[in-house]
């Protein structure tokens, strides 16, 4: 955590950002053939992502420009998620749904977020990490339950 607020502070933000999302979204797609378990992996990883850089703002460990970068990004790649979702030929399920669902939470969360950074809000941010652990926490229950479709 410290490299990378130190990697942030040096004026990297874009690079810093463009690595970070970059890792996140391989290391999830070499995990598994199985789509939800990919997007599931991108979406809690970038959820992840939005917890930490929302920490740091609120610490004054980035600035904002930085922060509100980031967390559109973020999500951005959460929706991305969402909508690789939905695209899927797999059959509907309840549980299917509930990731979707979870994933789209995810996405507005962090959007919550990186407006409430551009409007220096600190009350408003704290609640969108609030909505994000939230959502984080159904979606690995949502992912837990989901079984996939046996061909």
């Given at each position: 955590?410290?490299?990378?607020?130190?990697?942030?502070?040096?004026e990297?933000?874009?690079?810093?950002?463009?690595?970070?999302?970059?890792?996140m979204?391989?290391?999830a797609?070499?995990?598994?053939?199985?789509?939800?378990?990919?997007?599931?992996?991108?979406?809690?990883?970038?959820?992840?992502?939005?917890?930490?850089?929302?920490?740091?703002w609120?610490?004054?460990?980035?600035?904002?420009?930085?922060?509100?970068?980031?967390?559109?990004?973020?999500?951005?790649?959460?929706?991305n998620?969402?909508?690789?979702?939905?695209?899927?030929d797999?059959?509907?399920?309840?549980?299917?749904?509930d990731?979707?669902?979870?994933?789209?939470?995810?996405?507005a969360?962090?959007?919550?977020?990186?407006?409430g950074?551009?409007?220096?809000?600190?009350?408003?941010?704290?609640?969108?990490l609030?909505e994000?652990?939230?959502?984080?926490?159904?979606?690995?229950?949502?992912?837990?339950?989901?079984?996939?479709?046996?061909?």
């Amino acid at each position: 955590m410290q490299l990378i607020l130190a990697i942030i502070k040096n004026e990297g933000y874009q690079l810093c950002r463009s690595f970070v999302l970059a890792t996140m979204l391989a290391l999830a797609a070499c995990s598994s053939s199985e789509p939800i378990e990919q997007q599931s992996k991108i979406a809690a990883s970038a959820s992840q992502t939005a917890a930490m850089v929302v920490d740091a703002w609120a610490a004054g460990a980035v600035p904002s420009h930085y922060a509100s970068a980031t967390l559109q990004s973020t999500a951005e790649t959460l929706a991305n998620a969402s909508r690789q979702m939905q695209s899927e030929d797999s059959p509907e399920s309840p549980e299917r749904h509930d990731v979707i669902t979870a994933m789209g939470r995810l996405s507005a969360a962090a959007t919550h977020a990186q407006v409430g950074v551009v409007a220096g809000n600190p009350r408003q941010v704290s609640h969108a990490l609030q909505e994000l652990r939230t959502a984080a926490s159904d979606l690995a229950a949502a992912h837990a339950r989901y079984s996939p479709p046996k061909s």
